[in-house]
């Protein structure tokens, strides 16, 4: 399979060659272990995902197209777009919407090749029930001679992603313009320049849905369109989700003591001291048991943690807002029937990747945070479900705006670090074109000279004669050393004390958007596959 090259950094875990196997175990034991949803429920659920995502992201391309931004593609038959076989494999992976970095172009890339060297679905879902800037874009900019960050957003504001919208064109367009301007001051002039149309390309969609424009424009640049996409808040729109969730609602007493009860050994066994990590505990309130799950108001935009509580044999859904609904225990399809309409029930974090891949994928792909955090996700499905979860990967790359200027930080705090070893033990340092002759003669010099004096120095001590003098001469010889040495690298000198921490920070910044990067972006664009050994 070929891979996803041009990147100053990669972390694929485990390694590519045995991402197949994983996913043959992940679907062997898939329908064994599940018991909460039948094989049955769990394809037609499949079934119905897969087709919600060709005809949104048809909706998406066919407006990239409208544009003129890329041609149409080919398309499948009616028939062939809307029927999933059993044994065709999900790989699936996700992201919020926002103003993509490289790193996750690049788990986007790797899943849909991965999905089809093994003839799979690729799907990645948009997290678009979370919160955030969806339009957030952070540049480097310079202020008083010092490199620093600037963040804008092209978006209308933060809250819930699903609700976010882009902003009016002259103000996409002035923010554009501002990140390619301090883009060529820096000397990036090709990176000004995507900048420049990559901005136009938003500034055509003023008030389109964040979750759709980010990933339009995206897409019109060819990055990640091999992928199917998805928004989570359609997913969970489907009756058979909502059931997955409704046998949790109906245990809610010991959910939530499971929950908590494997949140404390993951922190013990982490030695994470901090209660909110990775998640924080679910409470009993006077509303009933807290439980992972927002809900959320599709008409005011906000959202609010989930409470259930059992009176008799029926159980009662509310928020701090009030009661949601009330419905019979026993009867787990009236959930899904009873919160439609103004209210979703949105599943809080462990919870969504538990329904992506328990009941939607046969393999999820993470990046590096993701793949943190549900190390957790693994001990509570077996804890509570009493099963193993499926196995995930994570794939992690970077792309520094800064590269060049980056390796050479590094190379001068190395320097730095070697400063010290050149004058304390400048012998080791000798002989090794490390000074030119006359410094080296220079040094080599005090040194030979030094070195009696050290001994001289030891030998008074040991029979207790004065040594101030041997001291001071010692002294003497060592700051004429440290000036050699330091006269050496001046140059190096200088530019280290320019390093400063703002500065670093920015050579460091992996989360520049992938629209700053040429070789990223048009349909032919130049990211280069390397086949892996």
Same mark, same amino acid.
């Given at each position: 399979?070929?891979?996803?090259?041009?990147?100053?950094?990669?972390?694929?875990?485990?390694?590519?060659?045995?991402?197949? $196997?994983?996913?043959?175990?992940?679907?062997?034991?898939?329908?064994?272990?599940?018991?909460?949803?039948?094989? $049955?429920?769990?394809?037609?659920?499949?079934?119905?995902?897969?087709?919600?995502?060709?005809?949104?992201?048809?909706?998406?391309?066919?407006?990239?197209?409208?544009?003129?931004?890329?041609?149409?593609?080919?398309?499948?038959?009616?028939?062939?777009?809307?029927?999933?076989?059993?044994?065709?494999?999900?790989?699936?992976?996700?992201?919020?919407?926002?103003?993509?970095?490289?790193?996750?172009?690049?788990?986007?890339?790797?899943?849909?090749?991965?999905?089809? *060297?093994?003839?799979?679905?690729?799907?990645?879902?948009?997290?678009?029930?979370?919160?955030?800037?969806?339009?957030?874009?952070?540049?480097?900019?310079?202020?008083?001679?010092?490199?620093?960050?600037?963040?804008?957003?092209?978006?209308?504001?933060?809250?819930?992603?699903?609700?976010?919208?882009?902003?009016?064109?002259?103000?996409?367009?002035?923010?554009?313009?501002?990140?390619?301007?301090?883009?060529?001051?820096?000397?990036?002039?090709?990176?000004?320049? *995507?900048?420049?149309?990559? /901005?136009?390309?938003?500034?055509?969609?003023?008030?389109?849905?964040?979750?759709?424009?980010?990933?339009?424009?995206?897409?019109?640049?060819?990055?990640?369109?091999?992928?199917?996409?998805?928004?989570?808040?359609?997913?969970?729109?489907?009756?058979?989700?909502?059931?997955?969730?409704?046998?949790?609602?109906?245990?809610?007493?010991?959910?939530?003591?499971?929950?908590?009860?494997?949140?404390?050994?993951?922190?013990?066994?982490?030695?994470?001291?901090?209660?909110?990590?990775?998640?924080?505990?679910?409470?009993?309130? $006077?509303?009933?048991?807290?439980?992972?799950?927002?809900?959320?108001?599709?008409?005011?935009?906000?959202?609010?943690?989930?409470?259930?509580?059992?009176?008799?044999?029926?159980?009662?859904? *509310?928020?701090?807002?009030?009661?949601?609904?009330?419905?019979?225990?026993?009867?787990?399809?009236?959930?899904?029937?009873?919160?439609?309409?103004?209210?979703? /029930?949105?599943?809080?974090?462990?919870?969504?990747?538990?329904?992506?891949?328990?009941?939607?994928?046969?393999?999820?792909?993470?990046?590096?945070?993701?793949?943190?955090?549900?190390?957790?996700?693994?001990?509570?499905?077996?804890?509570?479900?009493?099963?193993?979860?499926?196995?995930?990967?994570?794939? *992690?790359?970077?792309?520094?705006?800064?590269?060049?200027?980056?390796?050479?930080?590094?190379?001068?705090?190395?320097?730095?670090?070697?400063?010290?070893?050149?004058?304390?033990?400048?012998?080791?340092?000798?002989?090794?074109?490390?000074?030119?002759?006359?410094?080296?003669?220079?040094?080599?010099?005090?040194?030979?000279?030094?070195?009696?004096?050290?001994?001289?120095?030891?030998?008074?001590?040991?029979?207790?004669?004065?040594?101030?003098? /041997?001291?001071?001469? /010692?002294?003497?010889?060592?700051?004429?050393?440290?000036?050699?040495?330091?006269?050496?690298?001046?140059?190096?000198?200088?530019?280290?004390?320019?390093?400063?921490?703002?500065?670093?920070?920015?050579?460091?910044?992996?989360?520049?958007?992938?629209?700053?990067?040429?070789?990223?972006?048009?349909?032919?664009?130049?990211?280069?596959?390397?086949?892996?050994?």
């Amino acid at each position: 399979m070929d891979l996803p090259n041009g990147y100053h950094e990669t972390s694929i875990q485990p390694e590519i060659n045995e991402w197949y $196997d994983l996913t043959r175990m992940n679907r062997e034991s898939a329908d064994a272990t599940l018991t909460i949803m039948s094989p $049955d429920a769990k394809q037609r659920l499949r079934e119905s995902v897969v087709q919600a995502a060709r005809h949104f992201t048809e909706a998406l391309d066919d407006r990239v197209c409208e544009e003129a931004w890329r041609p149409p593609r080919d398309r499948k038959t009616k028939e062939d777009k809307d029927s999933l076989s059993h044994a065709t494999p999900i790989i699936m992976t996700g992201h919020q919407p926002t103003v993509f970095h490289p790193g996750i172009a690049f788990k986007y890339e790797l899943t849909a090749r991965f999905a089809k *060297s093994i003839g799979a679905i690729a799907i990645a879902v948009i997290i678009d029930t979370d919160s955030g800037d969806g339009g957030e874009m952070n540049f480097p900019v310079t202020v008083a001679d010092e490199l620093r960050q600037e963040r804008v957003s092209l978006g209308d504001g933060t809250g819930l992603f699903l609700s976010q919208q882009l902003a009016d064109e002259p103000t996409i367009r002035r923010l554009g313009a501002q990140a390619s301007e301090s883009l060529r001051e820096l000397g990036f002039a090709a990176e000004g320049d *995507s900048v420049v149309e990559a /901005i136009d390309r938003y500034a055509r969609l003023p008030g389109c849905s964040i979750v759709e424009a980010n990933a339009m424009v995206r897409r019109s640049f060819g990055v990640a369109t091999e992928c199917l996409e998805i928004p989570l808040s359609t997913i969970l729109t489907l009756p058979l989700s909502q059931s997955f969730f409704a046998a949790i609602f109906a245990d809610a007493p010991r959910f939530k003591e499971v929950y908590n009860d494997t949140l404390s050994a993951h922190r013990a066994s982490r030695k994470i001291r901090n209660r909110a990590n990775p998640f924080p505990d679910l409470r009993d309130y $006077d509303e009933g048991v807290e439980l992972p799950f927002w809900v959320i108001n599709l008409t005011s935009g906000e959202r609010a943690p989930l409470f259930v509580e059992q009176v008799g044999e029926r159980l009662r859904l *509310s928020t701090r807002y009030g009661l949601l609904c009330e419905t019979p225990r026993a009867d787990i399809a009236a959930y899904a029937a009873c919160i439609g309409g103004a209210h979703l /029930i949105a599943p809080r974090g462990p919870i969504i990747t538990a329904l992506l891949r328990l009941a939607l994928s046969d393999l999820f792909v993470h990046g590096t945070g993701g793949g943190k955090y549900d190390r957790f996700t693994d001990e509570f499905i077996r804890a509570y479900w009493s099963i193993e979860a499926p196995g995930f990967t994570v794939a *992690s790359a970077t792309r520094y705006l800064f590269e060049q200027h980056r390796q050479e930080a590094r190379q001068l705090k190395k320097l730095q670090r070697e400063l010290r070893e050149m004058i304390s033990h400048t012998q080791r340092y000798l002989d090794n074109g490390r000074f030119s002759s006359d410094v080296e003669l220079e040094l080599r010099n005090m040194v030979s000279e030094r070195t009696p004096l050290i001994e001289s120095l030891i030998q008074a001590k040991r029979l207790r004669q004065p040594v101030a003098d /041997i001291a001071r001469h /010692i002294k003497q010889l060592d700051r004429g050393i440290e000036s050699v040495v330091r006269r050496s690298f001046t140059t190096c000198i200088v530019r280290l004390q320019e390093l400063t921490p703002d500065r670093l920070r920015a050579y460091d910044m992996r989360e520049h958007p992938y629209i700053f990067f040429p070789t990223m972006l048009g349909p032919s664009r130049e990211i280069e596959f390397a086949r892996t050994v």
